[in-house]
């Protein structure tokens, strides 16, 4: 008798402790579905960002003319390229691009000057971004400290800096030469900013960076004044942590300013060991000056080749032989006849050739890009390994 009784005594204190786990458990569930979404503490370079972006202007003064003269014409660019070009890109990409605009894609941008704006608007959901330029990374000066008059033509220089991305799709080498190494705008951080804000994002944080012998970076505040005895030698750029402010994810850009071609990618193997780190599986490139159709780039050609599972790009990217049809896939779209004058002598037959022969599949770009920027002349090809 005392042993049945001692049996159904195990037995109830067993079904208690199950429907105490069974509780914990679900009150557990419930706590995690009712987490209130993270909260970031926005860096103090919002602000500054904001006024540089035309956005804002909680730092100089609300009523500033020339300041909302120029946050106007922003506005009127911005505006005229959504209506006319931005949603048709936006459009396109949720079709063509769909298996691969989630946060699982890497992006790599090479060749892009401070273009976060075209890249975020096809991979808006890439969780990092690492784009690289020969224009250096600079300073974004504090409005608060600048006189009237400095202010006044930095904010023309701004202006003028962004006309060949407002008017032609993409930034011109020579006219960023020029731009970005003056007395006052000396770098891409205030474009970059500009852009970042326009698509929406806060900045969690804002750092520069090298690039150390094995591949990492080192990180040094966005005001500090690197006077290290070695900085010409060493791999330079900035490192944001952005979010869109409904999203509980970040997500990271980096811009390095670094020359790729051949002679210099060789002097630094911790930039391709950092790339290869970031394990980015898209490439996109536009507007590249057809730089890897020469073989003093094909070491950046060769690193895009052996580590992007997709490629979106224009003609002036990697020439289309080599992506071998038995190991690529290539999807075109628009036209292409050839190349425009200034780049006479890198035409590809073979793309010539490629859209002849399946021009009965290939299916219209509805926006212009590239150096052809017109609607109907343009010319994109995603390439992707089988």
Known sequence: MTRLILVAFSSLIFLFQSCQQKQASEDKIKSIKNAPVTKYKLASENEIADFWAGTSDSIKNANHKEWKKYAK?????????????????????ETELKSYRNDSVALFYPFSGPDFFYANL???????????????VGAAPTPALMKDTILFNYLNEVENSLYAIFNFGFFRTNAMRENFNKENMNGM???????????????????????????????????????????RRVVKGVHFVIKQPNDSQTQELFYFSFDLSNANYAKH???????????????????????????????????ILANSKIVLQDDSGIPIHFFEEDKWESKLFGSYTGVIKLFK???????????????????????????KFNKGKSNLQLVIRK
Not at 212 to 227: E, M, N, R, V, W
Not at 350 to 369: E, H, N, W
């Open 73 to 93: 014409t922003l506005d009127s660019s911005f505006h005229r390229l959504e209506r006319n070009k931005f949603s048709v890109m936006n459009n396109w990409a």
């Open 122 to 136: 096809l991979f808006p959901q890439a969780h990092k971004y690492v784009m690289v330029g020969l224009e250096p």
């Open 189 to 231: 951080l205030p474009l970059l900013y500009l852009f970042v804000k326009r698509r929406g994002y806060d900045i969690i944080s804002v750092e520069k960076v090298r690039l150390a012998a094995d591949g990492q970076f080192k990180s040094f505040p966005i005001s500090a004044i690197d006077t290290s005895k070695d900085l």
């Open 269 to 303: 193997p911790e930039f391709e060991q950092f790339v290869r780190k970031q394990k980015l599986n898209a490439t996109y490139l536009k507007a590249a000056s057809c730089l890897m159709h020469k073989t003093y780039f094909s070491f950046i050609r060769n690193l």
């Open 345 to 371: 002598g890198d035409e590809q037959p073979d793309l010539i050739t490629r859209y002849k022969r399946d021009s009965a599949v290939i299916k219209p770009l509805p926006f212009g890009t590239g150096y």
